[in-house]
């Protein structure tokens, strides 16, 4: 079986941990003896220095790489400011036209394309699946489905891009749910939740983790980005209502600078430390050092963080939003919040604490969340997909951005 995978969530030389659950997933499929070869378009910049803030660093993103054993392709698409939504579909197909092509013509001819991220790769990818006669199998993650739908062209282009894919797949089933709200039918998309790597993820010493990382005191542990959704705030806010916990937060982005003033204006500042990023094979030490993990985020499709939590032995507590229910199951996983406030947080690290499970029992729960059962699915989807593949007489083919909206 041989893939052509395509996303622009995918790790890069310039942003190692960009996309990485998607290579995670991906690694996993391969060592089952499945070939595929990537295709992970980057924005189109002039220039690695100068106007374009943090989105220079696309520029410096090379063309091709190596990555994990994994051969890789960058080719660049323009993003058009203000309308770039609703164009961005079409840019990314037909940036990515010429290096598929050339994959096929350097004797890769793949049997399908595994497309992750519905909006906007998955609208391209059924495109290029229209353009070269391949099947199309899409997964949907989270925002592209719990958020963009809102939007009315947008949303078009997914309905399009779902009735032209092959198989759908979700990775939780409140992602199926908005498909089907949609109009897809639901024999159409296959609920395949993420794993973890029980082996990378799995509970070190605590003390001697405790040690290094300096905790001193009960201590919550925050990973993600530090962009809204995340939560952060709420959780900084929450502290002040936590006397006796310390809380580390791992991860960057824009909005570093406003939570560290809000942890002063809030006088919690000596207890929260900002860890910046930390390399995904270095988190497993944080968590073992830490009480507890908390993701306090507006929306989750499928959040690895929990998983790799739990896998360390450490319980978490987390918004009840989309797919995280389905995460945080039982008490041995952890707590979910009330709602999202700062109180109801409080009160939900109370009572995770008032009945705190073993990190056994944890990490008990965890293993039933091997990526085996996943790659399993994958495999026989994907089999059954090139099987049936006849083409679609039905669906028109689409070269324009007035015809893909």
Known sequence: MRLLTYTTLWPNSIQPTHG????NRLRHLVAAGVET???APVPWFPSSAGLFGSYAAFAAVPPAEERNGFEVHHPRYVVVPKIGMTLTPYTLYRASIAPVRALIGAGYDFDAIDAHYFYPDGVAAALLGRLLDKPVVITARGTDLNLIPQYRLPRRMIRFAASRAAALITVCQALKDSLIELGIPASKVTVLRNGVDLAGFRPLDRQEARAALGFDRPTLVSVGGLITRKGHDITIRALKALPDFALVIAGDGPERGALEALAKREGVGDR???MGRVPHGELAPLYSAADASVLASSREGWANVLLESMA????????NVWGTPEVVATPAAGVLMADRTPAALADAVRALFAALPSREATRAYAEGFSWDDTTRGQIDLF???????????????????GELA
Do not use: K, L, M
């Open 272 to 274: 929260v430390r900002f």
């Open 20 to 23: 990485v659950f998607v290579e």
């Open 312 to 319: 360390c032995g450490t319980p978490v507590i987390a918004s």
């Open 383 to 401: 089999r059954s997909v090139i099987a049936g593949h006849g083409g679609d007489a039905h669906v028109p083919s689409v070269t324009t951005p």
């Open 37 to 39: 070869r990537i295709v």
